[in-house]
């Protein structure tokens, strides 16, 4: 099975100086927790996810209107391409551990995204299985690698994150 077969074609995108509020409003909007940061020819720049948006919001101080994309993308992106194997897909989430794959052409211009659920929706037991198709036995441990914590363990104690600045209140 290709990646064509399964991805989304129609993305919604931002741009690198869209500001974190107005990335929130499209994700709400297009019910999506992801949106790849494209230039004006739609070349594939970083990606966002709503988590991104969360932590940067609690670490910087600053809000959401106020942060852009390109503050929180690291610009490490990785992705794949239409004609790409769906297994092939599937070897880079587990590697890399991302739950997304932007889908670019020869450009890294964006022709679309393969999630996770796209795959996990796709995919048959074994034996119910087509030629080629994507098996929950193929799936399981892309997922166990995603999933995985950062670590590798799961956490027994909360994150320890700078306090946030005082502000004095008026009464």
């Not at 064509?4 to 019910?31: F, H, N, Q």
Request: charged share 25%; with cysteine; hydrophobic share 40%.
């Amino acid at each position: 099975m290709k990646v064509k077969d399964l991805c989304t074609r129609l993305v919604r995108t931002c741009g690198p100086d869209t500001s974190l509020a107005s990335a929130g409003w499209t994700m709400w909007e297009g019910d999506c927790g992801f949106l790849p940061i494209v230039d004006e020819h739609l070349r594939l720049l970083g990606v966002l996810t709503d988590r991104d948006i969360c932590m940067a919001v609690a670490t910087k101080y600053r809000p959401a209107a106020a942060i852009s994309a390109r503050e929180v993308s690291s610009g490490k992106v990785f992705a794949c391409r239409l004609e790409d194997d769906v297994k092939r897909a599937m070897e880079i989430m587990r590697k890399e551990s991302v739950r997304r794959l932007p889908v670019v052409d020869e450009e890294g211009r964006l022709e679309g995204v393969l999630s996770l659920n796209d795959i996990v929706l796709a995919a048959r037991s074994a034996g119910r299985a087509r030629a080629n198709g994507v098996t929950y036995e193929d799936l399981v441990p892309t997922m166990q690698a995603v999933f995985t914590h950062r670590t590798g363990q799961p956490r027994e104690e909360p994150l320890a994150l700078p306090a946030p600045p005082r502000v004095a209140v008026m009464t």
